[in-house]
């Protein structure tokens, strides 16, 4: 087995719980893993712009990747973007449609730019989830020029969203990317953005081949990048289809899946 060089890591649900907390035995072992040369990316469903204390808490640095968006922006923690994918303002229209036929709310998210229809839970647990820069407006999708990074649809109650899911992929076929990225979320990108091209993408930046990699996630926008790592670990509490696609299954998450899987996989082999 080569040695891993590069974790990849999703973040909801995977090393941030409900509540917004990542346990300290976490943080320590990336700290751990990171003085042993393994470079460590987070990849999440959210925009790098908006999860800076998440960051800040994992001592993610100035030029370390993180990948945003389900893989539609890959950029630096200090800002910079490498790349960007953005779906037509066709997409983003018909999804909007299929949203508010089951009651969910439209979110638009541009480059530079957060814009939700109504509010969700509140204000505050919006704008925690969805991003800090989150604007309100009745009539957004009007309001936007261009393309758009991503559209998400959000419910409050969980059951509705695999009927959303299934419309927003029936909808889409392969003009985009459909995935559920968190409980009450559906989202619909560029389907050339997914987490697993863009580990690939960051690992051919650094000369990395699959076997090289370790990634973890808990979640089906985590599938592409599970199978396309060398070694794929999904927590024991992870969606149906991230444990079918994991190599390896982690301890929940109250029970240190990132922290399980590097002693398995790196410092068991490195002593």
Known sequence: MATIKLLATDLDGTLVDRKGR??????QALRRAREQGVAVVIATGRMPTI????LDRLQVQPQDFVVGAQGAVIARRDGSILRVLTIPRQIAEKGAEIARQFGAIPVYYTPDAI???RVAFSPEEDAYWLGK???YDPDALAHIDGDLVKILAVHPDESVIPQLLTAFQAAFGDRADVVQSWHWFVEAVNPRANKGEAIAWIANQMGLAPDEVLAIGDAGNDVSMLRWAGIGVAPADAAPEAKAAADWIAPP???HPVAAALDRFLFSKSG
């Open 22 to 27: 990542i346990d300290e035995v976490e943080i």
């Open 51 to 54: 999860i800076d204390h998440f």
């Open 133 to 135: 820069d989150l604007r």
């Open 115 to 117: 814009l939700m229809e």
């Open 253 to 255: 998450l109250g029970a």
